[in-house]
């Protein structure tokens, strides 16, 4: 998978679990502030992407993620894919 | 629901948890009975759940150890499917006074009556979010209101397992899970039948029904607030005890 594609899942992902529309989940979006979304919409998220992709994310990492773009990123960390 | 929901039910070889799986399993419930130390106990339960109709299994779960319930609930996951309902009914129970208390003895109690619905909940939500859909049914007890010399432990843990009830229901109820505690009053089984007659008689007087109770009668009220009907009950402390913490 490329960063591209990751991309794509990540957002597809985010804006399912969010109940936002697809075109709002930029890299640059804020969570909190952008797409309304509260700690259980979060943890929500996250669950969603560790099944998706079979990936672990401990609390202590999820607390530095504020954007889309760092969700994205962390992720792609731990798949080993590249930017 | 085209198939039916999965229940597993700790602590369900005996007491409480026994009769709380057999109403499940009477409701048309899928049934893990969970147990640890008693597997042909497990197994006579599942016997009977399934001799009146209903699909069920036994699955070992030690709710002290986080590998346990995780093995526990992806067997669950494999053979009955997720766990929708979850009755954290496991309980340890010793006596003694604070002054002579053991740490390991304290320890234990609390892993066992606070940690381990903790530990449970938690494995069990995901599916619940993911469904939009759960049922989390407590087992705490009337100690978690009324205090009792040489059980501060006991009672200690079970008004801790209240209080993570209520904090619990504020957190997920707004997708469509319910999370609620019985607080069952004396009832006989192999927890309380080492009580000694001095406790027993004290319980007897204190109780206005002036019985104990009976596992079938707790489990009735778990396997309400486990159902359909009890949507709108959420984060409720009920009491199942004749009367005595009124």
């Known amino acids: ?83 | 629901m085209a198939e039916a929901t999965v229940g597993l039910v700790t602590g369900a070889s005996r007491g409480i948890g026994r009769a709380a799986a057999l109403a499940l399993a009477r409701m048309g419930l899928r049934v893990a009975v969970g147990y640890r130390s008693d597997a042909d106990a497990a197994d006579e339960v599942v016997a009977k759940a399934v001799a009146d109709g209903a699909e069920a299994l036994a699955v070992f779960i030690d709710v002290q150890r986080e590998e346990s319930i995780d093995e526990a609930f992806g067997q669950v996951e494999r053979e009955l499917g997720p766990v929708r309902v979850l009755v954290n009914n496991a309980g340890f129970s010793k006596d003694g006074l604070v002054a002579k208390y053991g740490t390991a003895t304290w320890d234990n109690t609390m892993d066992v009556n606070l940690r381990g619905p903790f530990l449970c909940s938690r494995r069990a939500l995901p599916a619940m979010l993911k469904a939009r859909w759960g049922r989390i049914v407590n087992v705490a007890s009337v100690a978690a209101i009324k205090g009792n010399a040489g059980q501060t432990a006991y009672t200690a843990s079970k008004a801790g397992l209240a209080m993570f009830t209520r904090s619990l229901a504020r957190e997920v109820g707004g997708r469509g899970i319910t999370v609620n505690a019985v607080c069952p009053g004396f009832v006989e089984t192999k927890m309380t039948e080492v009580q000694s007659e001095e406790i027993r008689r004290r319980y007897l007087d204190l109780t206005p029904a002036g019985r104990f109770g009976t596992p079938e009668e707790v489990a009735a009220v778990i396997a309400f607030l486990a159902g359909g009907e009890a949507a709108y009950v959420n984060g409720a402390v009920v009491a199942v005890d004749g009367g005595l913490s009124a």
């Open chain 1, 1 to 83: 998978m490329d960063m591209n594609e990751l991309q794509t899942k990540v957002c597809q992902i985010l804006a399912e679990n969010l109940s936002v529309p697809q075109d709002q989940v930029t890299p640059q979006a804020r969570f909190q502030e952008d797409l309304d979304a509260d700690s259980l919409d979060l943890v929500e998220a996250v669950l969603a992407l560790e099944e998706e992709f079979g990936v672990t994310i401990p609390e202590e990492e999820m607390e530095g993620v504020r954007t889309v773009g760092q969700a994205i990123q962390l992720v792609a960390d731990k798949l080993g894919v590249a930017a």
